[in-house]
């Protein structure tokens, strides 16, 4: 189901990100990122009748892929720049990457979070030193509150998706996919991806489209924040209706993004979705089974697996991203109250 | 510290297993086990002042590296063996790793477990088609019931560490986490193996005795369970106190094994030795900032980094085996719970 190349007038801008700007940006975090496993698991493989492999990014440095992007793109910044400081709005994970770079560059960080983020978000993102301001999610625009910001302190905003470095930084995930799949000498037959903005999304795209091309891309997103899925369907950006809410606080964007958008219209082949309860049971077996702490956010891929959402043959090796672990321990306990037998 | 050679007169004895074994080992083990990622974390490394590098056995199957003993053990079994059945006494991961092996093979499977190992342990030992038979840990012992097994039923005990098998089994670790530094071009200055009856350590040992011969190897113990410890200061295997209790409930072996002391008397430079509460803030750090689901007695090494139990050089690698994640989740509720700012 991809959009045909020639009828999103979008394809044809210029590459936002390109294999080398990825390559470019893998040098410049290695040093501070962690290079996440692509973990196997054989039991899990046995359950689904065909092979799976988890990209752990709830491994990656502050618990989520967000900082690959946010620390190229402070990388890529002159010391000028970050002198004057960085802003961010976010949900909680481009939170933690944006302060966790900020600190090592020892950059100013003022982040706009949502006041009903998760505990552990909010308090991470304070100790890596940022200055926290919250807002209402229901009555306030965070990018206005940024924007605001960066008119009165001059400082950076790093958006969250929309800019390419944070598009080539979260493509570095993708690099090592496609580089870690063909070190076991596996050829990956389908890749799911976390989806909200659509930046890891692209990134891996990008990746893939010049390590993999064959790959099939998936976006898994909730059943209420399905932007990404309506979007590729019909072939242009559509807006989640506001009101629902979801356990997934990292996934709740409006609407996909400029620059992700067009990438992955043309390289996703379909959008997945899953109901809360659904990923729920994925982040029980998550905990009980691969001893891995995952949030809401993070497992609905492994929940669009678990309820079939794909149906998959049993020779094919699908990859599936784990993309944060940043769970109030509270949720998780929820989470493995309902889902007991796990 | 390590025990002069020629003091131990088991080091006279020809070797358990030789690099051979283990390198067997891991050939049969390929297809089922985990190859576990050997887990950099720049974050915990700043905290610590040196590198520090994570073996995650509590990513391998069955959430422990029993697997691998287990695995290798049934699969050196011929067939009739193993159709005739297999016992195992044990206080949770030997038994899910002999169950699972056991279950690949469709061999029965007969577990005896302490009636108060955690109820996740029972579980899973039971989710892998296991007979579980439950005994009184302070009043029965293990040893008996299991061997009035084999005699009832002809089937073959697999012990938890006093078998060659199982020490190459375990040994793959080694191996492995010998192969995975020099892959990202790390020597490896101290390794630190969370110690039961010695099984793991001393595969380790073997594996590194051959493959990084420099590496200086420390047990990890629970502090009234330190068997292992006052064994290799005396140069001879000494017992447990019976009375204490302690949470790590996978270190509470009586003695050092037979075949596992001699080995480690040669190879280990001395026993580190670290209270519930300190694991419990290793625990509270593995989950919120690692992601990752640690149990008790898999937690004594980094509890022991963080407690400071060891100086390490700021330009020194550290590699800490986390053995295994097997934890009710009651029980790490207690732990973050009394850990809040960690």
Do not use: W
């Amino acid at each position: 189901m991809s959009a045909p190349e020639a009828a999103t007038p979008e394809a044809a801008t210029p590459e936002v990100a390109t294999l080398a700007d990825l390559e470019a940006a893998r040098e410049r975090i290695a040093e501070q990122a962690v290079v996440t496993p692509l973990l196997t698991s054989p039991e899990l493989s046995r359950k689904l009748g065909y092979r799976v492999l988890l990209k752990c990014e709830n491994l990656q440095r502050t618990g989520s892929f967000k900082f690959r992007g946010a620390y190229n793109a402070l990388a890529s910044m002159t010391p000028e720049q970050r002198a004057r400081g960085v802003v961010a709005f976010s949900s909680g994970n481009h939170a933690q990457g944006v302060a966790a770079a900020a600190e090592i560059f020892e950059a100013p960080a003022t982040i706009v979070m949502p006041a009903d983020a998760p505990a552990i978000k909010i308090a991470n993102t304070r100790s890596y030193g940022a200055e926290v301001q919250l807002y209402d999610r229901y009555r306030e625009e965070r990018e206005a509150i940024g924007e605001r910001l960066v008119e009165e302190r001059g400082c950076t905003l790093v958006r969250p998706f929309d800019d390419p470095r944070i598009i080539a930084g979260q493509g570095t995930c993708g690099l090592e996919i496609a580089e870690q799949a063909a070190a076991v000498k596996l050829e990956l037959d389908r890749v799911l991806v976390c989806c909200g903005g659509g930046g890891l999304t692209a990134g891996i795209a990008l990746a893939l489209e010049g390590r993999s091309p064959r790959t099939r891309i998936y976006t898994c997103e909730p059943a209420d924040f399905d932007d990404t899925a309506r979007s590729l369907a019909a072939g242009a950006r559509l807006a989640n209706q506001p009101g629902p809410r979801s356990i997934c606080d990292a996934l709740l964007s409006a609407k996909p993004g400029e620059l992700t958008f067009p990438i992955n219209a043309r390289r996703v082949t379909a959008g997945l979705t899953v109901t809360d309860r659904e990923v729920e049971t994925a982040m029980a077996y998550a905990f009980r089974r691969l001893k891995l702490v995952v949030e809401p956010g993070g497992a609905v891929c492994l929940a669009a697996l678990f309820a079939g959402k794909l149906e998959v043959g049993a020779s094919e090796t699908v990859c599936i991203t784990l993309s944060g672990g940043n769970v109030d321990p509270s949720v998780l306990a929820a989470a493995l109250e309902r889902n007991p037998d796990v």
